[in-house]
């Protein structure tokens, strides 16, 4: 551990803050600008300014317990402005008082353990508010005082740390030469070392990594160089696969500190020409120059692999992730650093969807990237434009032919798109936001119609709505749905909300709680797609469902497949085990229709009942046509 208290400021450092301290007092126009350094029982001037009328002198010091201003200031951490000590009966006894100090602005400086150092502050033997710009520029030394003190305490962690390694050489070679690196790194980027604000924009601060923006420069370098060379540049984007359910299993802690090993393993790993930066979330780049950059990246991912066979141990917890990447080239995929980074993360979702340690950015991976960006550009004005409408497919008794409800089901038909499919953009607009805007949407649209109809039935009428991942996580969903309900005059048993696995694969606590708010208002919650997941059986366990949806796979081979009816079978004996309501999807036949009806399942929807249509032909079809009537 690091005595900050026995650390001793360099000469050429105190130099450095004396043109500071003077520079403060000719531009306050003051007598006294100080750094002072707290010990175990005084306080000492460490730089004092060298202006007319200052009373301080360097390494002065004062006892503590005696009222002063700095200290004050070091036991709040926080300013202190006196403006004139006479008058403020709180300060009027202050010992600078008898140096004729009696204003005072200060600021605490802390070592970067969180440990007092002292203070910067101003003072006048006259009354004084301290403007703006002083202020402003106390507050900016006292950046670049602390990130002196960062730079001291570092090298005096590395001095140590050499002392230790001193034992374990040939085992601990790679770590000496990592802080070295980290620490030379550190001395390179402080070009300003008044302001660490300048340093934070090119610097992770999780893991130490540059961040983004500077490997976006250093990208910029490496192809210049790499055109004059006639060499190639690669660019990889890695991504955890599994770091979302790590964060949601073991907390963000946890999380935070697999990243800072990954970090490590990366860049032990990595060559001297190899750049390695942290992007955002769980995703890290890296850049490379060679002369045949496939064949480099093919080669680091093998080592990689080998690496990270080996899991994470924290806190005794073993935690494995699954690593993929994707890789772009220049000057084959591009010749700046955006494109090349924007097609190397695009390169890593295709090995993510695809399961695959690593993809190269490809001619199709440009066609789905040209695709997406058309859909999110005409997605954007889609609402705006009327161009997004509902249909609704009938949700039908099995045992009456009667009509109970429908699902709502988004469409969308852009003039130069034409009809637009939901699984081309449903993803998109969850990817870009504006699904809360979409599904929003979709829930007024849906509740205001089963409203009109349930007058026009004069009984009651349910609709089943679909709600995303994304917009599940919404704070204001169940605010919003509570509010539509009270709107339209929709009772809360009548509208059913479908969730996918996708929902509570998302955060147990936030599925626990919004799932018990929804139930709370009395709206029917149901579980979709039911078998295709991983879990769905434990979800039946641990959440409070209303209904079970079964997959329309199970449904469609009914006809040819045993071991589908016996499925189907063993999914509807579940759901009236647990007084769960059962609705089979995709029913497209009589025989279809027939079986499912014999093995009590409650609901069918599907072509054979009806397909989805929009409201003016389903309110003539369904509920002016038919009213009471069963459907044939």
Not at 198 to 227: C, F, I, K
Not at 320 to 330: E, F, K, Q, R, Y
Not at 358 to 366: G, K
Not at 443 to 457: G, H, N
Request: with cysteine.
């Amino acid at each position: 551990m690091i005595r900050t208290q026995q650390l001793s400021v360099p000469e050429q450092t105190l130099q450095h803050w004396q043109k500071m301290v003077d520079l403060i007092a000719d531009i306050a126009d003051i007598p006294a600008s100080l750094i002072m350094r707290v010990h175990e029982h005084e306080i000492e001037v460490l730089t004092s300014s060298r202006s007319p009328g200052n009373p301080y002198h360097d390494n002065e010091m004062a006892d503590l317990g005696t009222g002063l201003y700095c200290e004050t200031v070091i036991n709040t951490k926080q300013p202190l402005l006196v403006e004139n000590a006479l008058t403020n009966p709180s300060w009027d006894a202050n010992p600078d008082i008898k140096l004729g100090m009696i204003s005072y602005y200060g600021l605490p400086i802390n070592w970067p353990n969180g440990k007092p150092f002292g203070t910067i502050c101003m003072l006048d033997s006259k009354e004084n508010q301290y403007g703006e710009r002083p202020k402003e520029l106390l507050a900016r030394f006292q950046e670049a005082l602390e990130a002196d003190l960062k730079l001291l305490y570092q090298q005096n962690e590395l001095i140590e740390t050499n002392q230790l390694l001193e034992q374990r050489v040939k085992e601990r070679t790679r770590d000496l030469e990592q802080l070295n690196n980290e620490l030379a790194g550190e001395i390179d980027r402080r070009n300003a070392v008044e302001s660490l604000l300048e340093r934070n924009q090119y610097v992770d601060l999780l893991t130490g990594l540059p961040n983004r923006a500077s490997l976006t420069e250093r990208l910029d370098h490496m192809l210049n160089q790499a055109t004059e060379s006639e060499r190639q540049v690669a660019v990889v984007c890695f991504g955890l696969q599994n770091f979302k359910s790590i964060n949601n299993s073991y907390g963000h802690l946890v999380g935070d500190e697999v990243l800072k090993q990954f970090s490590r393993r990366l860049r032990d790993i990595a060559e001297l020409d190899q750049y390695i930066a942290r992007g955002a979330g769980d995703e890290f780049l890296m850049a490379i120059t060679a002369d045949d950059a496939a064949e480099t990246v093919r080669d680091l991912m093998h080592r990689l692999a080998a690496v990270f066979t080996q899991p994470f141990v924290i806190d005794e917890t073993h935690i494995s992730v699954v690593l993929n990447a994707g890789i772009s080239i220049a000057p084959e995929d591009g010749r700046g650093p955006f494109a090349l980074l924007q097609k190397a993360s695009a390169a890593m979702s295709v090995a993510k969807e695809q399961n695959h340690p690593f993809s190269f950015f490809s001619e199709e991976i440009q066609s789905e990237m040209q695709e997406r960006y058309q859909l999110e550009s005409h997605l954007f004005d889609a609402l705006a434009n009327d161009e997004m409408h509902l249909h609704y497919q009938p949700v039908i008794c099995t045992q009456t032919r009667k009509l109970l409800g429908a699902e709502a089901l988004l469409r969308w038909h852009n003039p130069e798109l034409g009809n637009v499919p939901p699984d081309r953009f449903i993803g998109v607009a969850e990817r870009t936001g504006q699904i809360i805007e979409i599904g929003n949407f979709v829930l007024r649209t849906a509740i205001a119609q089963a409203a009109r109809w349930q007058k026009l039935l004069k009984r009651e009428f349910r609709i089943a709505v679909n709600i995303s991942p994304v917009q599940f996580s919404d704070q204001q969903l169940v605010e919003n749905i509570h509010h539509l309900l009270d709107v339209y005059q929709l009772a809360p048993e009548n509208l059913e909300l479908e969730v996918t696995e996708g929902v509570l694969l998302q955060d147990t606590y936030q599925a626990e709680t919004v799932i018990g708010a929804i139930r709370d208002l009395g709206i029917r919650i149901s579980l979709d797609d039911f078998g295709t997941g991983y879990s769905s059986l434990s979800y039946l366990q641990k959440y409070a469902f209303d209904t079970l949806k079964i997959d329309r796979s199970f449904i469609m081979n009914l006809e040819h497949s045993n071991q589908d009816k016996e499925l189907t079978r063993a999914i509807i004996a579940i759901a009236r085990k647990l007084n769960l309501q059962v609705i089979a999807e995709g029913v497209e036949s009589e025989q279809q229709h027939q079986f499912i009806k014999a093995e009590g399942c409650d609901c069918g929807q599907g072509y054979w009942y009806g397909r989805p249509i929009a409201e003016e032909q389903f309110t003539s079809q369904y509920i002016e046509a038919g009213r009471t009537q069963k459907l044939q």
